[in-house]
Nanobody, 126 residues
Framework: QVQLVESGGGLVQPGGSLRLSCAASGSTLNYYAIGWFRQAPGKEREGVSCISVSDGSSYYADSVKGRFTISRDNANHTVYLQMDSLKPEDTAVYYC???????????????????WGPGTQVTVSS
């Protein structure tokens, strides 16, 4: 079992920044990857970014490349998503999830993830 808790969401103006955190706990912490997903109202959940726990390899959705940065702190079982130059279209509930495999370029498929956090709201608005 893995419990995930996201934090750091909130209201920010366009062009602003937020840093999301995802803290993992539980009895089974030998996951291979952590992904960030988001879901906007009326839209399907989409992959934002993913990072390998072992070597830090990462992937990004084209829509966030160059603006978002994913990082990890293995000692504290925490993954971060630094979000800069935020746009109104980044508004969504952001979720983190863990996978017990490393799936490379297939990372955006949410079927590959085994445990999910409850999500944190990010609103980008003036």
């Amino acid at each position: 079992q893995v419990q995930l808790v996201e934090s750091g969401g909130g209201l920010v103006q366009p062009g602003g920044s937020l840093r999301l955190s995802c803290a993992a706990s539980g009895s089974t912490l030998n996951y291979y990857a952590i992904g960030w997903f988001r879901q906007a109202p009326g839209k399907e959940r989409e992959g934002v970014s993913c990072i390998s726990v072992s070597d830090g390899s990462s992937y990004y959705a084209d829509s966030v490349k160059g603006r978002f940065t994913i990082s990890r702190d293995n000692a504290n079982h925490t993954v971060y998503l630094q979000m800069d130059s935020l746009k109104p279209e980044d508004t969504a509930v952001y979720y983190c999830a863990v996978a017990f495999g490393w799936y490379g370029s297939s990372w955006p498929s949410d079927r590959l993830y085994d445990y999910w956090g409850p999500g944190t709201q990010v609103t980008v608005s003036s």
